[in-house]
């Protein structure tokens, strides 16, 4: 199967991602403006303009719903203050189905406040995070088992997004790999991608996905030494894609090894969402049938898009056929629209 029939076929799929569901608030602020505190002496950072995003699962989501995909859901959890109601609404003007959200007082929304000045359009100040640092009730969990064994049945694949780095908080516990791996089990024909900032080595059935860093730090709290295959193992996973920036994606599968080169680009805009954009388009690819290294090139297209934008930003179905066509035509001198159904990239 080609990339060109790949894309083509993303608008037949229906996708569903759990775990940490984040809001990304991006704040403008002029450094003109900046003046001492009457009440402090601090100087105020003054924010003139805001935009805000779903991040976290809620990048995987929104490169979804850029894909063209039939139906993009997310299942995690918010408060049901003002952050809360933001992501909503952030999901909501993207097409995402945000109704299987759990919204609870006892929730803390991980939200990620990122500043942006004006003049010279970089990020130079401090982070302000809000993140649940403290352990939420326990039923709050049970539901999001109780959520995703009623509606996972709807769905081709199932994207896991396990971002939280605090030890409490995330919505990815044990008791919800457990649920996913029993799925696993019960339906193999269902993609369940994995991505696991902190916990890889946790995780049971799945297609796991993480970066260089990540593999190693996993490896390490497993069994002491960085063996990419012992871990694949160590997990059970069907498919383990290790990504490495610009270096081949290393895909490691029962009984072999395939080095995946990536597409190159040339000055890189913001590397911020690369991962979740592979992580998009390449798991969409497997939902679709494809092979490892058919999957791992569509997801290093997608990735190659995203980074020429700045902030976590998406790769539509149209950017990705245009991007494929350009490279097609790169190749082989023909006219840009030639040859899409036979040619791989």
Not at 93 to 101: E, K, N, T, V
């Amino acid at each position: 199967m080609t990339t060109g029939d790949l894309l083509l076929s993303f608008g037949r799929l229906r996708a569903l991602v759990v775990g940490d569901i984040c809001l990304d608030r991006w704040c403008t602020y002029d450094p003109a403006l900046s003046e001492p505190s009457r009440e402090t002496g601090l100087d105020r950072i003054a924010v003139i303009a805001e935009e805000q995003t779903a991040g976290g699962g809620g990048t995987v989501a929104n490169n979804l719903a850029a894909m063209r995909l039939a139906h993009v859901a997310v299942l995690g959890l918010a408060d049901d203050r003002g952050h809360g109601a933001d992501l909503l609404h952030a999901l909501e003007s993207r097409g995402i189905d945000a109704a299987a959200m759990l919204r609870s007082p006892s929730v803390r929304t991980f939200t990620y406040t990122k500043l942006l000045n004006a003049r010279t359009g970089a990020e130079d100040r401090p982070r302000i995070d809000f993140i649940q640092a403290s352990p939420m009730p326990a039923s709050l969990y049970l539901q999001i088992v109780d959520r995703l064994n009623e509606i996972h049945r709807r769905f081709d694949l199932i994207f896991v997004a396990d971002q939280a780095e605090t030890e409490t908080g995330g919505v990815i516990t044990e008791a919800v790999r457990l649920a996913l791996a029993g799925i696993a089990r019960e339906f193999p024909e269902k993609i369940i991608w994995a991505d696991s900032r902190m916990r890889a080595e946790l995780f049971r059935n799945v297609t796991l996905k993480v970066n260089q860093a990540e593999a190693d730090a996993a490896c390490r709290r497993a069994f002491a030494e960085v063996h990419y295959e012992r871990l694949r193992c160590w997990v059970g996973a069907r498919r383990l894609f290790v990504t490495r920036s610009s270096d081949p994606t290393i895909v490691h599968e029962e009984g072999r090894v395939v080095l995946v080169p990536v597409r190159r680009v040339e000055n890189p805009v913001d590397i911020c969402g690369a991962g979740d954009a592979f992580s998009s388009g390449a798991a969409c690819a497997l939902a679709l049938g494809a092979s490892s290294e058919e999957a791992a090139k569509v997801g290093s297209l997608a990735a190659s898009v995203t980074i020429m934008k700045h902030g976590t930003g998406t790769a539509s179905l149209e950017e990705l056929e245009h991007s494929l066509a350009g490279e097609l035509s790169s190749r082989t001198g023909a006219n840009p629209q030639a040859g899409q159904g036979g040619e791989r990239l």
